[in-house]
């Protein structure tokens, strides 16, 4: 099993940053790909973006210029950096792990106010 802890969630102005972070432990051999996904109230889970174990990334259309996945392999920890935060983007982030199975992480609020 893979077990996942996010942090750095919290409130931010419009256009302000924040910084998630996923600390992934347990059978962590078998991760393919980590991403982060955002779940918003009433509304589905959605795909933020993904990196795989070569470094390689993949972005929704919304976020590209604007958030930046990146892992540190020695900590076993991929993070989100978000900038220029909007509105419509409060939402509970969630880290996921994919590989021979899939793990979701617990979860960690965003909520930008304007």
């Known amino acids: 099993q893979v077990q996942l802890v996010e942090s750095g969630g919290g409130l931010v102005q419009v256009g302000g940053s924040l910084r998630l972070s996923c600390a992934a432990s347990g059978s962590i051999f078998s991760i393919n790909v980590m991403g982060w996904y955002r779940q918003a109230p009433g509304k589905q889970r959605e795909l933020v973006a993904l ?3 070569g470094g390689i990334t993949n972005y929704e259309d919304s976020v590209k210029g604007r958030f930046t996945i990146s892992r540190d392999n020695a ?39 304007s």
């Open 51 to 53: 990196i795989n174990s």
């Open 75 to 113: 900590k076993n920890t991929v993070y989100l950096q978000m900038n220029n935060l909007k509105p419509e983007e409060t939402a509970v982030y969630y880290c996921r792990s994919i590989g021979r199975h899939n793990y979701w992480g617990q979860g960690t609020q965003v909520t930008v106010s």
